[in-house]
């Protein structure tokens, strides 16, 4: 059933009528390709706007309002100096007025988003899954690159980030039942609502009561609420996974920089590591891998 799906979504649905081969793509392999071409390309224009929310967010300034500008000059980016990658390898790194060096970080987000959304494209696609899986995944992945970037450097997760995930979540679920496997846009909603519902009172309870007992906080807000919004995308399933994951990495890793502390002769007490670039890091691994470490996990409890 997936297969057909995928055949309608990509054109391959009735032989040589087909639009794909009247321009020579007469194999499986060259429309695949085709198309994460131009996922490669989405990806990376949608890296650029990443880029932008990662800048100006933190700084409550506006995305959309403000056209891009050079930080040194203040010049306005033409559009043509504006094309994602492209720009950036004519121009070698520098405003095209004042000559300022732009961090190659960005050229890098570009091309990881790209690399990113040709992968969720390419997975989704060749283990079968709906075609419908694409759209809560592309959001999520896109959630997850921004809560990395912020959260590491600012210790913050903006809820202008994590509100509209979590309601395009559920209309992804009320739109694309398939997502969830589900048949009616009611049994897609009720799934999307229990993972954001059940997630959020779960942690928000887990948050208060382990801040009366530890006296400070044991799980942010932030963190909470980038929770539900996975949960909105994945469903229950996926949340659970993402929690647990996430918080064994973030653990992992503060006990390896911990013991760095104390051997550098300084105390383990001063440090603080965010744990949305973990939980994130976790919705990643969930995209690309997590149905499968679940069966593996439970094929391993049953033997």
């Known amino acids: 059933m997936e297969t057909e799906l995928w ?15 009247r ?5 499986g392999f060259w429309v695949w390709g085709f198309w994460l071409f131009w996922a ?52 070698r790194g520098k405003c095209r007025k004042c000559g300022m060096h732009i961090p190659p970080r960005y050229l890098v987000m570009e091309i990881l988003t790209g690399l990113l959304y040709a992968g969720i494209m390419a997975k989704t696609g060749w283990s079968e899954q709906s075609p419908a899986v694409m759209l809560p995944y592309v959001i999520l992945a896109s959630l997850a690159v921004i809560t990395i970037q912020i959260d590491w450097k600012r210790r913050i997760i903006p809820d202008v980030t994590t509100y509209p995930c979590m309601a395009a979540g559920l209309l992804c679920a009320a739109l694309l039942p398939g997502e969830f496997a589900r048949e009616t846009w009611q049994q897609g909603l009720f799934f999307s609502g229990l993972g954001l519902a ?28 980038f929770m539900m919004a996975a949960g909105a995308l994945t469903g229950p399933a996926g949340a659970v996974f993402i929690l647990l994951a996430g918080s064994l990495g973030g653990t992992l890793f503060g006990i ?3 013991l760095g502390r104390v051997r550098r002769g300084r ?16 919705a990643l691994l969930w995209i690309f891998a997590g149905e499968i470490l679940v069966k593996e996990y439970f094929k391993l409890l049953t033997r």
Not at 199 to 209: N, Q
Not at 267 to 282: D, H, K, N, Y
């Open 40 to 91: 490669v390309m989405i990806g990376a224009c949608m890296g650029s706007f990443l880029n932008v929310c990662v800048l100006r967010i933190p700084r409550h300034e506006s995305i959309a309002g403000a056209p891009s500008h050079c930080f040194g000059c203040g010049n306005p980016i033409r559009w043509y100096d504006n094309i994602p990658v492209w720009s950036y390898c004519i121009l």
């Open 7 to 21: 055949n309608q979504f990509l054109g391959m649905t009735s032989g040589k009528s087909d639009w794909w081969t």
């Open 23 to 27: 321009i020579g793509l007469y194999e």
């Open 256 to 258: 390896w920089a911990g």
């Open 267 to 282: 105390s383990w007490r001063g440090i603080r590591i965010p744990l949305g670039p973990f939980l994130a890091g976790a």
């Open 198 to 225: 059940g997630t959020g009172i779960g942690l928000s309870l887990f948050a208060v009561i382990g801040r009366k007992i530890a006296g400070q906080d044991v799980f942010g807000w932030g963190d909470v609420k």
